[in-house]
């Protein structure tokens, strides 16, 4: 049985909590700092019990100090953080009623879910508090390991994410309207079929869409599906009339070279689909105008171009417009929407990409499952 914290509030206790600070780091600065700012009522609540909050995190980048991260906290909380550069090296108890250890990927411990390194870091507290939802799908020392060796619990923010994707999963308002974008098919296979069930239309672009036009026939120049299995799915789905497709794109030889915009199946050879077209843009404002709960992940386009944004800013203003209640997703997807300041568009801003999408497809949570107390793995 899970316990959450809003059940078992923990008072005067070294606490270890898990959070996602994953943000970009430019410079030495935070540049974005949603999901720094998601946990901060759950530090804050701690706190206010007199508990001794231990921030652990990991940042993607094996180099990346999050050093930043504890200066750009200390303008946030307006308190004292402290740093702890190496938990191998510290002693309990540790000084200060916050303090967050440097970026745990440093050490080869946490990736290798490593028992001696997740025991150092037990050592440091007397409960272990996950908050971070964004890394549920993950395994290492401090999502999967911590949990079966210390009194754990499931914290605020991650409890609130399960419920508001349990509620999209077992009782959403209709009609669902999913939209679906990104690069690469294998990835969201089994969450396109899964909400092939689930929702009443599946809108699907960017270069995900690309074996679905291919499996209707439709000339698309996209790479060869090695998988068997990931193949089957795709002819499938083609055939699933709850599938949308883009009806135009922005094309050309490469994203450099001049562009033109055109329906699919009118494709030169050589040609790549870098955004989609107007006439896309307003068949998913129709599909979309009457929905009453919309889930979106993934760009329609090569938003990292500023010529190939269109398509997705017109998804955003149609999710904007519509009178549904909206749910967005994805680390990518959510760093774009915040830099331009696009967050409030939506009802609400999930925290996680891959978990999002890992729950959503059905899977296990390797960081949810050790919370309940489940065998460690070989």
Do not use: C
């Not at 914290?5 to 974005?32: E, I, Q, T």
């Not at 440093?106 to 996950?130: M, P, Q, T, Y």
């Not at 050309?252 to 030169?268: D, H, I, L």
């Amino acid at each position: 049985m899970v316990k959450a914290l809003s059940r078992y509030p923990l008072r005067k206790r070294r606490v270890l909590l898990r959070v996602d600070f994953n943000v970009p780091v430019a410079h030495g600065r935070v540049a974005g700092d949603f999901r720094i700012r998601a946990h901060l009522p759950t530090i804050r609540a701690l706190r206010q019990r007199g508990n001794q909050v231990i921030l652990l995190s990991h940042h993607s980048n094996h180099r990346q100090s999050i050093r930043p991260v504890a200066r750009h906290l200390v303008r946030l909380l307006g308190a004292p953080v402290a740093f702890l550069a190496d938990p191998e090296k510290a002693r309990a108890p540790l000084r200060g009623p916050i303090v967050l250890l440097e970026n745990l990927r440093f050490w080869k411990g946490e990736e290798a879910e490593d028992g001696r390194f997740a025991r150092i870091l037990a050592s440091l507290g007397d409960a272990f508090v996950n908050d971070a939802f964004a890394v549920a799908h993950r395994r290492g020392a401090s999502i999967t390991v911590l949990p079966r060796i210390m009194p754990a619990y499931l914290g605020p923010l991650f409890e609130r994410e399960i419920a508001e994707l349990k509620r999209l999963e077992k009782n959403p308002e209709r009609p669902l309207v999913a939209v679906f974008g990104g690069a690469k098919i294998e990835t969201k296979i089994k969450l396109l079929r899964r909400m092939a069930r689930l929702a009443d239309r599946v809108l699907v672009g960017g270069a995900i869409a690309n074996p679905l036009f291919a499996a209707r026939g439709i000339h698309v120049s996209t790479p060869p599906i090695t998988d068997a299995e990931t193949r089957a799915l795709v002819r499938m789905l083609a055939r699933s009339p709850k599938i949308v497709l883009p009806v135009d794109g922005v094309m050309g030889r490469s994203p450099g070279a001049r562009q033109r915009t055109g329906p699919f199946g009118r494709m030169k050879r050589g040609e790549g689909i870098f955004d989609a077209g107007p006439s896309t843009v307003r068949l998913f404002r129709r599909e979309l105008r009457n929905a009453r709960t919309i889930i979106w992940n993934g760009p329609l386009g090569l938003v990292e171009m500023p010529a190939f944004q269109k398509g997705t800013l017109g998804l955003v203003r149609a999710i904007g417009q519509s009178r549904g209640r909206s749910i967005v997703g994805g680390g990518d997807t959510i760093a774009w929407l915040e830099e331009r300041g696009l967050l409030k568009r939506f009802d609400y801003v999930s925290t996680g990409g891959g978990a999002m999408l890992a729950y959503l497809a059905g899977e296990k949570l390797p960081g949810l499952e050790a919370l309940r107390g489940g065998k460690l793995r070989n």
